[in-house]
């Protein structure tokens, strides 16, 4: 059963950074395309990044292009998600997703994805 724990959540100032990771576990990780979406209080989880099971492609949600950046590690079986120049906006609870095989669009999606418990981000501002 494929298992991901996010770690790296917690507060930091407006124009901070922080990097999340999401270990992966009970799946080959390097045939899994992986993805961070989102969800603040009282809205939708929204994508936020995702990354293929090459590593080749990426996707990004318009907010944190030139902010986030999203890479993996295959063989720490981890992805990871640079935060820079975070805002108030972004603030909310940061899931891990996974999806074997498909690519950094079809994670995006949203569907068919394994998904991590979260880790809360609070910016303040």
């Known amino acids: 059963q494929v298992q991901l724990v996010e770690s790296g959540g917690g507060l930091v100032q407006a124009g901070g950074s922080l990097r999340l990771s999401c270990a992966a576990s009970?799946?080959?990780?390097?045939?899994?395309?992986m993805g961070w979406f989102r969800q603040a209080p009282g809205k939708e989880r929204d994508v936020v990044a995702a990354?293929?099971?090459?590593?080749?492609?990426?996707y990004y949600a318009d907010s944190v292009k030139g902010r986030f950046t999203i890479s993996r590690d295959n063989a720490k079986n981890t992805v990871y998600l640079q935060m820079n120049s975070l805002k108030p906006e972004d603030s909310a609870v940061y899931y891990c997703?996974?999806?074997?095989?498909?690519?950094?669009?079809?994670?995006?999606?949203?569907?068919?994805?394994?998904w991590g418990k979260g880790t809360l981000v609070t910016v303040s501002s």
């Open positions: 997703a996974s999806q074997r095989w498909g690519n950094a669009r079809t994670v995006a999606a949203g569907s068919g994805l394994y």
């Open positions: 009970g799946t080959t990780f390097s045939t899994n395309s």
């Open positions: 990354i293929s099971w090459s590593g080749g492609s990426t």
